[in-house]
């Protein structure tokens, strides 16, 4: 059976690796080939069948890396090019000696980015204002860390929810679930799915969850569908429970129950991580993380030639106008999530096709802001949000 040892490959001895990658995974052609035979694949036809004499998977969350498929397998390591890796069973690998990683925080800019335009687009339909309310955060790893510090910087009170980091660090930053259940306006979830344990994330937001809130909230789910119990929270909508929903992430997907679908003031195809720089970062990681255990020599491999929007300057003019719509114009320019819940309302059944297709999103520091008429301190929280400034 597989031991957990690396070992060197090079271009000699190519035909002896084999490499599964999921054919959806960007920037990643050519990067291995020098040292394996590189199989690409969408990630449902990942079968036993196939990785059976696999040396390495290139996955990500579409492959499921059962027992079922690994077990008689030669694969010795499994990359996922995600944050998530409740797709790998971890216990077998651990009893069939096979490594595997993930790539944490690698789309958690692309999140933060999701995550602003979500909260401006709907105070903006709400025609309400984002400052002073109170967000509860629930998860503040690589992703709700930046979602903390970018509603700081819109001046909302952030409430931070995180019991293993709270069991490390103590109690001074964290606060109760509880206590973000009572006092939370927009309540947002960053957690991995924990289907057991004191952790457990698996229907985190179920009936008892949403019967003890006491101010309405927003709540927002771009973690795993698995972490909101649906019918719980079709329920609180409709019991008024809740006074806004945002869900990227579902349950059963990319069968998404519809009835939710109607139901949620914005709802995008399980994207808010697709930014083209989150997407060249997991597979960066991946082929430094394929490169280190093989020792294949290229550690320090990233992707090229990543692809840019039509136009990276948005030219805004300050002239009278308040800081709040000089913030959403800003971060709106960059990705609005109106457009990606058009598309999937249109077509619910294309789950996987706008996933697979997605267009091209940059991240904030991608984009140069030609400021007119701006005060220094709205400069200051542009630049703080990673936007380039030019006068």
């Known amino acids: 059976m597989n031991n957990n040892k690396s070992q060197s490959f090079s271009k000699n001895n190519i035909l002896k690796m084999k490499i599964i990658t999921d054919n959806k995974i960007p920037y990643i052609k050519g990067a291995l080939e020098s040292f394996a035979e590189v199989v690409y694949l969408p990630g449902n036809q990942t079968t036993a069948e196939v990785v059976k004499d696999a040396d390495a998977l290139i996955t990500r969350t579409r492959t499921k890396c059962t027992r079922e498929i690994l077990e008689g397998s030669s694969v010795k390591f499994i990359a996922t090019a995600t944050i998530g890796f409740d797709h790998i069973d971890t216990e077998y690998?651990?009893?069939?000696?096979?490594?595997?990683?993930?790539?944490?925080?690698?789309?958690?800019?692309?999140?933060n980015q999701y995550i602003t335009s979500a909260l401006f687009s709907w105070s903006m339909k709400n025609r309400t204002d984002l400052k002073d309310k109170t967000i509860g955060i629930v998860g503040v790893g690589n992703v709700g860390s930046r979602v903390a510090k970018t509603c700081k910087i819109l001046g909302m009170n952030v409430l931070l929810n995180d019991p293993p980091r709270e069991r490390t660090e103590g109690n001074d930053k964290f606060v109760s679930l509880k206590a973000i259940q009572e006092k939370a306006d927009i309540i947002t979830f960053h957690v991995p799915l924990n289907r057991g344990g004191k952790d457990s994330t698996y229907h985190l937001v179920d009936k008892e969850f949403l019967l003890n809130l006491n101010k309405k909230p927003l709540v927002i789910n771009s973690c795993r569908g698995e972490v909101f119990d649906t019918k719980a929270v079709i329920?609180?909508?409709?019991?008024?429970?809740?006074?806004?929903?945002?869900?990227?992430c579902w349950e059963n997907e990319p069968n998404i129950d519809l009835n939710l679908l109607n139901k949620v003031d914005f709802g995008t195809p399980h994207i808010a991580g697709y930014s083209k720089d989150g997407k060249a970062n997991g597979?960066?990681?991946?082929?430094?993380?394929?490169?280190?255990?093989?020792?294949?020599?290229?550690?320090?491999?990233?992707?090229?030639?990543?692809?840019?929007p039509e136009n990276t300057t948005i030219e805004i003019d300050g002239n009278q106008r308040r800081e709040y719509s000089i913030l959403a114009e800003a971060v709106l320019s960059t990705y609005n999530i109106e457009n990606d819940f058009d598309a999937l309302k249109d077509s619910p059944e294309l789950f996987e096709k706008l996933r697979g297709d997605y267009p091209v999103r940059r991240e904030f520091d991608t984009f140069t802001i030609h400021a007119k008429n701006i005060e220094e301190k709205t400069l200051d929280k542009l630049k703080a949000l990673e936007f380039s400034i030019s006068k």
């Not at 690998?93 to 999140?111: D, F, H, L, R, Y």
């Not at 329920?235 to 990227?248: E, K, P, Q, R």
Request: hydrophobic content about 40%; some cysteine; proline content about 3%.
């Open 283 to 308: 597979t960066k990681m991946s082929v430094r993380a394929v490169s280190r255990f093989f020792n294949l020599g290229i550690d320090n491999w990233k992707p090229e030639h990543i692809e840019m």
């Open 235 to 248: 329920s609180a909508v409709d019991n008024y429970l809740i006074s806004g929903l945002i869900i990227d």
């Open 93 to 111: 690998c651990k009893q069939a000696g096979i490594k595997w990683t993930n790539a944490p925080g690698c789309n958690a800019e692309s999140v």
